[in-house]
């Protein structure tokens, strides 16, 4: 097990708590900084000044396999997780229906790195290989 994980900031109920992926996943981590220019008279460069920061991009590349029970488990998991905390809520008894989708935390790397980073899942894809059966 890697020590890669997203756990929800409140739980839904009866969905799971964390997910932690099997394999160490590829993370791509982007931060942009926007700059504005000024048009100044007689001078053929503009001068940049800093404008803001947008908010990170982490993206996340993880394999999952079902050769075994267990490895199933932990796929099915997987999928049943990132639909979950996806949606917004809902339900005739959900007394908290019509809620955005959760706040995640996001673990990756120890304190240095990623420790307890607020995240929402933006996107997911799932690729079926054609090579299944």
Do not use: W
């Not at 109920?13 to 981590?29: D, N, S």
């Not at 999952?64 to 796929?75: K, L, R, V, W």
């Amino acid at each position: 097990m890697s020590s890669v994980n997203l756990k929800p900031t409140s739980p839904l109920a009866g969905v799971q708590k964390e997910l932690t992926f099997p394999y160490t996943p590829q993370i791509e981590y982007g931060h942009d900084v926007k700059y504005d220019t000024y048009a100044i008279t007689h001078t053929n460069y503009q001068p940049y000044a800093f404008a803001r920061s947008e908010n990170p991009n982490i993206s996340i590349s993880a394999k999952f396999s079902a050769h075994t029970t267990e490895h199933f488990m932990q796929a099915e998991y997987a999928l049943r997780f990132l639909r979950s905390y996806t949606k917004m809520n809902y339900g005739r008894t959900d007394p908290q229906r019509g809620q955005p989708p959760r706040i995640l935390r996001f673990y990756a790397y120890g304190t240095q790195v990623f420790e307890n980073v607020p995240v929402l899942i933006s996107k997911f894809s799932l690729t079926f290989p054609d090579d299944l059966s």
